[in-house]
Structure formats: C-alpha cells, structure tokens
C-alpha cells in the first residue's frame, strides 16, 4: 500500500509541474504574440508536452486566463496604499502613486499591450484591464481624499486619465525615459490639482 501512494504523491507532483510549464509557456507566448494569437500547439511545443496534455488540462484559451493572469499579477509589482497614505503630503503622495503605478505598467506592459486586440474576443482579458483601471482610479480617489480633499467623478475620472497605462505609453515613448515619464505625469497632476 505505501509504493500506492508514493506513486500517487509523485504523480501529483508531476501533474503540478507540467500545469506549470504549460502555464508559463502560455504567459510567455502571450507576452510575444497576445492570447489571440496563441495556439495550444505553441503552447505544446514551448511547455514540452503534447498538444493533448494541453487540451486535457485547458480545453479552450479562457480556461488558460485565469491561471495566467494570476501568476502574472501575483508577480507584479505591489501598490502599497498605506505606504503612499503615510508620506506627510500631498506632492510626496502623488510622486509615490506615479512611481508605483509606472512600475506596475512597465512591468505589465508586455500582456497590457495586446488587451486591444485580445479583449473583443476573451471577456477575461477586457475584465482584467478593467479591474487595474479601477484600482488605479480607488486608489489616486483615496490618496486625494486622505488629504482632505474630495474629488467630483469628472475630476477623478481625469486624475485616473492621467495615471492610465494609456498616458503611460505615451509619456514612456516620447520622453524615452522612465524617470521624465514619471516627472511629467506628477506635473499634470500638480496642475491640475492646483485648480479648484
């Protein structure tokens, strides 16, 4: 009885790993090319498994999402709120938020970029995108407001434009720099906070 479960302790760790490289070929995949675009034979081929292992343990790609989408933001850099609510001011608030949010993008942005192609066709995508808009949008709403200032929807709607990956894209790629993509992003906020 006990070579029985030896056997079967082995096997579940051998089951673990292969979901593991399939998932993590899938991520790289969807870094290079997006999920759309990611076929479960590349996944076969980069995991090293048959495309029948694939099929078995994630029939369709929205059966892959969720565990890609987990690894990748369970790897990603934190935001830590309470951090930034700490810092003694409001300009020392914001450059803190910028900075962790930047990061968070630039770390993200080899999947974010795909999101317009992916989304139309995987809800799980287009989700995960909004749920980090949102985030960003809670979070620049609570810093504000933990200096006692409170934001209408339309103004917190523009403080989350101006920290949106979008924004980030373009400030990363005209001002080639992380650092003066940073400083620019904290000087739109500072103007257009400076107005009631």
Not at 37 to 47: G, P
Not at 55 to 66: D, G, M, R, S
Not at 72 to 87: C, F
């Amino acid at each position: 009885m006990a070579p029985r479960s030896y056997n079967n302790a082995r096997r579940k760790e051998s089951e673990a790993q292969t979901l593991d490289r399939i998932v993590d070929a899938t991520i790289s995949l969807h870094a290079r090319q997006g999920a759309v675009a990611t076929s479960h034979a590349q996944i076969a081929d980069l995991a090293g498994v048959s495309v029948a292992t694939v099929y078995k343990h994630f029939p369709t790609k929205e059966a892959l999402l969720p565990h890609c989408i987990g690894k990748v933001t369970g790897q990603a850099p934190a935001i830590d709120a309470d951090a930034i609510l700490a810092e003694p001011d409001l300009e020392s608030r914001l450059r803190l938020l910028v900075e962790k949010v930047f990061a968070r993008y630039r770390y993200f942005h080899p999947w974010i970029r795909w999101t317009p192609v992916d989304a139309p066709t995987l809800p799980a995508v287009a989700e995960a995108g909004n749920a980090g808009a949102r985030e960003v949008e809670a979070l620049a709403r609570s810093i504000i407001a933990g200096v006692g200032r409170d934001l209408p929807e339309e103004r917190a709607a523009l403080v989350a434009m101006i920290i949106s990956y979008p924004s980030w894209q373009t400030l990363e790629q005209s001002l080639s720099s992380p650092e003066r993509a940073n400083d620019a992003a904290l000087l739109a906020l500072r103007l257009f906070l400076s107005h009631p």
